[in-house]
């Protein structure tokens, strides 16, 4: 088993300690930073295997920290917790850019298994190939994305994006199956997550090169084209 570095963003200092003990406990160094300002700075500064994000924090919220970070290019893998745990409020985590969400209180055994399947998804220790079409390039181990050669970064959430798009390469994506097969779910939540996560590939993606590469079908979903 990996021992992780752990980057744990939470400003009450009982839960943090618990938070460090338990994952200790399976040999991880969990540093922690007590506000949104500090988490920010040391996520972008620091190397880390994964962050833990609080939801409520006193400088800022942890939906407004997992934005700055996506849109700073830290594609870091995130695991948001909260009190708040009703659907909508997953949603909205996940709609920002969070790879899982854990409602507080939660077991210590769960949230082990949750850090570990989180690290497990975004290192791809149980993936070996690469995926070519047209001029673009998705290796699964190393979880990269390149187009015409050039890396593009992605989030964790993004790359699982491109890869199911990569795995589908020019057939119709509907809706239902990016629920089903990226986010896992069963009941289209009724938000704009897919919407969102879609536009933010698509411009990564198609950034610097010629024509557009991720389309609309209006109606029916989305088909990535060869270029």
């Known amino acids: 088993m990996n021992n992780l570095r752990i980057l744990h963003v939470e400003?009450?200092?009982?839960?943090?300690?618990?938070?460090?003990?338990?994952?200790?406990?399976?040999?991880?160094?969990?540093?922690?930073?007590?506000?949104?300002?500090d988490g920010l700075r040391l996520a972008s500064e620091e190397e880390f295997d994964l962050v833990i994000l609080d939801r409520m924090l006193p400088d800022m919220s942890g939906i407004d920290i997992i934005t700055k970070l996506r849109d700073a290019g830290v594609?870091?893998?995130?695991?948001?917790?909260?009190?708040?745990?009703?659907?909508?409020?997953?949603?909205?985590?996940?709609d920002a850019g969070v790879d899982d969400y854990l409602a507080k209180p939660f077991e210590q055994e769960e949230l082990i298994a949750r850090v570990r399947a989180l690290h497990r998804r975004a290192s791809g220790q149980s993936h070996s190939a690469v995926i070519i079409f047209g001029d673009l390039e998705c290796h699964i181990k190393a979880r990269t994305a390149h187009r015409q050669g050039r890396h593009i970064p992605l989030s964790p959430k993004e790359f699982e994006l491109f890869k199911y798009f990569m795995q589908n390469a020019g057939e119709t994506v509907t809706r239902e199956m990016l629920l089903r097969d990226?986010?896992?779910?069963?009941?289209?939540?009724?938000?704009?997550?897919?919407?969102?996560?879609?536009?933010?590939?698509?411009?990564?993606?198609?950034?610097?090169?010629?024509?557009?590469?991720?389309?609309?079908?209006?109606?029916?979903?989305?088909?990535l084209l060869a270029r």
């Open 182 to 223: 990226v986010w896992n779910l069963n009941f289209d939540p009724q938000t704009n997550v897919i919407d969102v996560n879609v536009g933010r590939l698509r411009r990564k993606l198609e950034e610097g090169f010629d024509g557009p590469i991720l389309e609309t079908i209006w109606g029916a979903g989305y088909r």
């Open 11 to 37: 400003d009450d200092l009982q839960a943090a300690k618990m938070v460090a003990d338990t994952l200790s406990r399976v040999g991880d160094d969990v540093v922690n930073a007590a506000n949104g300002k």
């Open 75 to 94: 594609a870091l893998p995130v695991l948001m917790l909260s009190a708040l745990g009703r659907t909508e409020k997953r949603i909205e985590g996940l």
